[in-house]
């Protein structure tokens, strides 16, 4: 084993050792700070295809047993709005917000983020 075998080995042993300090690289080490975020930005997608595969079933259902029009309507509204909260529900879950880890969960976010307002400014 040569020495620059062995400073190569020292390199990644101390880079496992000090793998926390990429998060604060990530998170407070730009140039340019990101946006600010909401919750509604985390959950959009799964609320949204939460509440369309809702309102798509119930309203189905409400139009096959009932043909009443009154209550397709409602049966979709409510599909649509149960919809959306069991896809917020999933949004948590998918993304791991509601671990321990609160770390990790957060730089997985960022990653998100970072991902979604770079394709905003193509």
């Known amino acids: 084993m040569g020495i620059g075998e062995h400073f190569e080995g020292l390199k990644q042993h101390w880079a496992r050792n000090f793998a926390f300090l990429d998060y604060f690289k990530k998170v407070y080490g730009r140039a340019e700070p990101l946006p600010k975020w909401s919750d509604a930005d985390v959950e959009e997608k799964f609320a949204l295809a939460g509440a369309l595969a809702g309102a798509a079933h119930l309203g189905g259902v409400a139009f096959k047993y009932s043909k009443a029009p009154h209550g397709v309507v409602l049966a979709t509204g409510f599909?649509?709005?149960?919809?959306?909260?069991?896809g917020s529900e999933v949004a948590e879950h998918w993304y791991q917000l509601y671990k321990m880890d609160k770390q990790g969960a957060n730089l997985r976010f960022i990653y998100w983020?970072?991902?979604k307002v770079s394709g905003q400014k193509s």
Request: charged share 20%; proline share 0%.
């Open 79 to 86: 599909g649509a709005i149960t919809g959306a909260v069991l």
């Open 113 to 115: 983020w970072e991902d």
